[in-house]
T-cell receptor
Framework: EAGVAQSPRYKIIEKRQSVAFWCNPI?????LYWYQQILGQGPKLLIQ????????DSQLPKDRFSAERLKGVDSTLKIQPAKLEDSAVYLC???????????FGQGTRLTVV | AQSVTQPDIHITVSEGASLELRCNYS??????LFWYVQSPGQGLQLLLK??????LVQGIKGFEAEFKRSQSSFNLRKPSVHWSDAAEYFC???????????FGTGTRLTIIP
């Protein structure tokens, strides 16, 4: 069974630029999560989708971050404009349904300079 | 608000020795508790979880954890570590299954020969 795929693996951008990350969850998984993991900290949930609807985006900085999950499969997370403090690993995870075990991708490491 | 404390930032253990990683949580109701492992450049992998029932939980890779409500703890143990156990370990608490997970800051485990 293929795991959660994320791209790119690494990205370096200058502050005030925009960036997008892509996530392809495990086939058939209805629930998709985006987490932000800053160096030295644990992952922090940014947004949770159930199919193509948002379940929880309470910790998403909506002035600069946006996410969508069109057709309830792939998802993109965008940052516009990026700040230095956005430097982190962005992890995507998916689960069969709400309450089931979440499987994580390898993450995208973002460096903002 | 729920929170997780992992008091040990870094632990060094000799190969073959026993291991205990500490985790304390704060949550108003019965918590859902998890331990994840993250190897360098990899996503998070679930080691074990506690939802209810037996307070001693067995996980993968020979790990176990014990839920102690009176101490608000969920410590991870392994009787004999292997060099491949070197990684970052995260404790997490959830409001409902895998949702709204709050992670600790992690404990980095180093194994010496």
């Amino acid at each position: 069974e293929a795991g959660v795929a994320q791209s790119p693996r690494y990205k370096i951008i200058e502050k005030r630029q925009s960036v997008a990350f892509w996530c392809n969850p495990i086939s058939g998984h209805a629930t998709l999560y985006w987490y932000q993991q800053i160096l030295g900290q644990g992952p922090k949930l940014l947004i949770q989708f159930q199919n193509n609807g948002v379940v929880d985006d309470s910790q998403l900085p909506k002035d600069r971050f946006s996410a969508e999950r069109l057709k309830g499969v792939d998802s993109t997370l965008k940052i516009q404009p990026a700040k230095l403090e956005d430097s982190a690993v962005y992890l995507c995870a998916s689960s069969l349904d709400r309450g089931n075990e979440a499987f994580f991708g390898q993450g995208t490491r973002l460096t903002v300079v | 608000a729920q929170s997780v404390t992992q008091p040990d930032i870094h632990i060094t253990v000799s190969e073959g020795a026993s291991l205990e990683l500490r985790c304390n949580y704060s949550y108003g109701a019965t918590p859902y508790l998890f331990w994840y492992v993250q190897s360098p450049g990899q996503g998070l992998q679930l080691l074990l979880k506690y939802f209810s029932g037996d307070t001693l939980v067995q996980g993968i890779k020979g790990f176990e954890a014990e839920f102690k409500r009176s101490q608000s703890s969920f410590n991870l143990r392994k009787p004999s570590v292997h060099w491949s156990d070197a990684a970052e370990y995260f404790c997490a608490v959830g409001a409902s299954g895998n949702e709204k997970l709050t992670f600790g800051t992690g404990t980095r485990l180093t194994i010496i020969p």
